[in-house]
């Protein structure tokens, strides 16, 4: 059985959606959804693409967006949490992030300062390389990394020691390498980390598959390793790490939070929108085409799930020195 790092795809999660009594037309008529980073990457994407869903049927008319990116993802939660009497449709897109950051200090604020509402889908991680890359698959790569490890620089859409940094550091370490010695450099987003690997500053993207996919479908870099358990019914053909001798799958969530005070039945019309809008066609559409994993999971269940990755997470980071 390859370990399963994230715990955190919760695809077999039975969901109780608690006792509230929600209208059939009890959705929001209006949703903010705040980015805690710039244009292009996971994130950005998710929230686009749940944005598209809901315009595209019709749930919801009113949807704009804001980019605030800065902090490693603090600026905005802090922008959330000081300004909660004015975000009342306000949905904040997060992911795994929110757990590693607050545990490493880069901000000091956690899950437990928001209102877990919903997560929505899974992104698996994947290793990517030019098209004209020597690297064939994760075995070259870690060989590479073995004989030379400064010659190999890393993109990733995220600050040092979180899940771009940590999963491939894992993914060498079971390889036999060292993982202190993997040279990170952060961009802001998975966009822009690909542009540092396809201009040639770096040799290997670190990223979410969604945000690698369409560039590896048009040729433009070619993806190495996936962490997904087994083959993707509508991507049978991407390369898995755990087919490549390495015992590790590895899944992002994304979901949504809401600044604390709004009501209990503010709260509920969030959970019925995004519940809503999770189970139309023109959601799976969107899913199926960014390659995430179905992942719905909300309220009560989401915060211990919440509360059980913390603790994984941690145990995870001491593995491998990102974490004391």
């Not at 542009?195 to 040729?219: F, K, P, R, Y």
């Not at 390369?239 to 509920?268: C, S």
């Amino acid at each position: 059985m390859p370990k399963l790092v994230t715990y955190a795809l919760a695809l077999t999660f039975l969901i109780d959606f608690g006792s509230t009594a929600v209208a059939a037309d009890a959705g929001l008529d209006r949703v903010h959804f705040l980015i805690p980073a710039g244009p292009g990457g996971g994130w950005d994407g998710t929230a686009r693409g749940v944005g598209l869903a809901l315009s595209q049927t019709q749930l919801v008319s009113n949807i704009t967006y804001e980019n605030a990116a800065g902090g490693g993802g603090g600026r905005a939660i802090a922008k959330l949490i000081e300004t909660a009497d004015r975000q009342q449709n306000t949905l904040l897109i997060s992911s795994t992030p929110i757990i590693v950051r607050a545990l490493q200090g880069v901000f000091p604020q956690s899950f437990r300062d928001l209102v877990p509402i919903a997560a929505m889908i899974a992104d698996y991680s994947c290793f990517a390389v030019r098209a004209d890359s020597e690297i064939q698959n994760f075995s070259d790569l870690a060989k590479r990394y073995k004989t030379d490890p400064r010659s190999i620089v890393v993109a990733g859409g995220s600050v040092r020691g979180n899940t771009d940094h940590f999963v491939l550091a894992k993914a060498l370490q079971l390889a036999g390498a060292d993982p202190k010695q993997l040279v990170y450099l952060a961009y802001d987003g998975g966009g822009k980390a690909a542009a540092g690997l396809l201009s040639g500053e770096t040799q290997v993207l670190s990223t979410g598959l969604s945000e690698a996919l369409q560039m590896h479908q048009a040729g433009l870099l070619k993806i190495i390793a996936v962490t997904a358990p087994g083959p993707m019914p509508h991507l049978p053909d991407l390369p898995l790490l755990n087919t490549q001798g390495i015992d590790l799958v590895f899944a992002n969530w994304r979901g949504f939070f809401a600044a604390k005070g709004l009501g209990d039945a503010q709260y509920a019309r969030m959970r019925h929108t995004l519940r809503t809008v999770s189970e139309t066609a023109v959601f799976d559409d969107i899913r199926l085409r960014n390659g995430w994993a179905e992942n719905y999971l909300e309220g009560d269940a989401f915060y211990a799930f919440l509360t059980q990755q913390e603790a994984q997470i941690r145990s995870l980071m001491q593995s491998i020195g990102y974490l004391r």
